[in-house]
């Protein structure tokens, strides 16, 4: 396998030299809600797999996968816990107040399953 050297330039600041590094590009993706969790939950407790990403560039569309994903199983996850508990559009006919505090429980315990299993692994 032949390695190619890149030639590393310096700026000199008060006599001293410094490296003229940068990152590579990151592709724009978009980061929602769940993204933004998993970027802080990186940045506080997995460091060196943040860095790792942050460098080889990939840290942007491993955020977007992630909030792709966590946003699917919370959809998925919401309406499964809606038809175990019996929660259907004849409750939301009848108690439009009952169906949202219902519908708004069952989010919440999709959210901290996904939380759990997908953001903070």
């Known amino acids: 396998m ?3 050297k890149s030639k590393i330039t310096y700026t000199e ?3 001293i030299l410094y490296p ?3 990152l590579p590009e990151q592709p724009e993706s978009p980061i929602g809600k769940y993204g933004q969790m998993r970027l802080d939950f990186l940045k506080k407790y997995r460091r060196g797999t ?3 990403l942050l ?3 990939r840290l942007s569309a ?3 996968d992630i909030d792709q994903e966590a946003r699917a199983q919370v ?3 919401t309406t499964e816990l809606a038809k175990k508990r019996g929660i259907d559009e004849d409750i939301k006919a009848n108690n ?3 169906w949202v505090r219902e519908m708004n429980n069952c989010k919440a315990s999709a959210e901290e399953v996904v939380l759990r299993e997908v953001i903070c692994q």
């Open 2 to 4: 032949k390695q190619t």
């Open 13 to 15: 600041r008060d006599g």
């Open 20 to 22: 003229d590094l940068s």
């Open 50 to 52: 943040y860095t790792t």
């Open 55 to 57: 460098t080889e560039g």
């Open 62 to 64: 491993h955020l977007s």
């Open 75 to 77: 959809e998925y996850l």
């Open 96 to 98: 439009p107040l009952l």
